[in-house]
């Protein structure tokens, strides 16, 4: 059956945005909103699966806010908001967590990185994390996720609910006149030349909000200074650049840097190995600062001017929540009706 197309992605407020958020997704969210309806959300509930200091998680909840609108999503044509807003949301993960295995969560590999080997001690949020995400998706029935590569697994998942409970409540769907299948099976987008950004001291491990070291991702709050300093002791290794895509094949180092320009440039590896092949490193760590600095430096000065203004913000987020809770409200009343909940 053909659904609407629509697009709903999110990011947590969890602190230091950085590169790997931009070039891996918010990039994307801003290109897809010529194509697509879009519903990007700050997703809040995510963020509280590890402790979130109440001091400090509203700034954190704006600034991803801030993030969307100053790289160029439009609010108006399209829906932004943070995910505490809209209760749809845990509400349908709780049916959720009544269709999805636990054989299902417990093959989830972020869960296992994340609670690490104290497992026992992590929150059953962090457990059920995969289960809220397919309802912020499911909850509009989008069809079109962009994320990350680390994000491949719970998109799976994703998939795997709705079938699952288009299966197991079939009858009562068509009974109720829902057609054969209420969800659609959202298709992940993970495209581009950076689905998977690594750590400047280390080509084999992911960028992330979460490492130790600053030094190890480029923040969208960086200044210029910073991130020239930064670029400048990225790890790399004593040969100069290859000419063909082939050669970065065993160079993760200068595999992620070569990708990390093509994506801020907007090309390819390849194109950028026909420029760059045979150059060293010093001489393509000063073009590559020059691209992020033009690319990253107006969107930091602009996040810095909308943040400075909490209240338009908070508006901004108030009418994208109403318009989402609009949307997700029809499909909850839905869901209702077709799991047999007794509702007004
Ligand atoms: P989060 O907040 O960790 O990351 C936000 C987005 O950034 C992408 N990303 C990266 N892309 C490339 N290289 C990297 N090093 C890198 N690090 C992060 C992520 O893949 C993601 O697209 N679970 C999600 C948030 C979420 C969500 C959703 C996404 C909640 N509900 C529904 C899509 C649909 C997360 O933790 O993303």
Redesign the pocket.
């Known amino acids: 059956m053909g659904f609407p197309q629509r697009v709903?992605?999110?990011?947590?407020p969890s602190g230091n945005l950085h590169l790997?958020?931009y070039?891996?997704?918010i990039k994307r969210f801003v290109e897809l909103q010529a194509r697509y309806d879009c519903i990007y959300c700050v997703?809040d509930l995510?963020a509280i699966t590890v402790w979130q200091d109440p001091t400090e998680l509203p700034r954190a909840i704006r600034e991803v806010a801030a993030a969307f609108l100053a790289c160029g999503i439009d609010p108006k044509k399209h829906i932004v908001f943070n995910q505490s807003q809209v209760a749809e949301h845990a509400e349908l993960a709780w049916v959720f967590n009544c269709v999805a295995r636990l054989g299902w969560l417990n093959r989830m590999t972020q869960f296992k990185e994340k609670a690490g080997k104290d497992r026992e001690n992590a929150s059953v949020g962090l457990y059920a994390y995969p289960t809220l995400?397919a309802a912020?998706?499911l909850v509009y029935r989008a069809t079109h996720?962009p994320?990350?590569?680390?994000?491949k697994q719970?998109l799976e998942l994703s998939r795997d609910i709705a079938q699952k409970f288009n299966k197991d409540f079939g009858q009562s769907i068509r009974d109720k006149g829902y057609g054969d299948t209420f969800f659609p099976l959202p298709e992940p987008l993970i495209t581009g030349e950076?689905?998977?950004?690594m750590s400047l001291r280390d080509g084999t491990k992911?960028?992330?909000k979460s490492d130790a070291s600053d030094q190890s991702r480029i923040n969208l709050t960086d200044d210029a200074d910073a991130i020239a300093q930064k670029i400048r002791r990225a790890k790399t290794d004593p040969e100069p650049l290859p000419s063909e895509e082939k050669g970065l094949e065993t160079r993760p180092e200068a595999d992620n840097l070569v990708g990390i320009y093509a994506a801020l440039t907007d090309t390819t590896r390849a194109l950028v190995l026909k420029q760059f092949g045979n150059a060293q490193f010093s001489t393509f760590k000063t073009a590559l600062t020059d691209a992020a600095v033009a690319k990253l430096g107006p969107i930091a000065a602009e996040m810095k001017r909308l943040l400075s203004d909490a209240t338009a913000i908070d508006k901004v987020l108030a009418d994208g929540a109403a318009r989402a809770q609009k949307l997700a409200g029809e499909t909850m009343k839905a869901v209702k009706d077709i799991v047999g909940f007794v509702h007004s």
Do not use: W
């Not at 709903?8 to 947590?12: D, E, L, T, Y």
């Not at 994320?147 to 994000?151: H, I, K, N, R």
């Not at 950076?194 to 950004?197: E, M, Q």
């Open positions: 709903f992605s999110g990011v947590q790997g958020n070039l891996g997704a997703v995510h995400m912020d998706i996720v994320v990350g590569e680390d994000q719970h950076a689905t998977r950004v992911k960028m992330s």
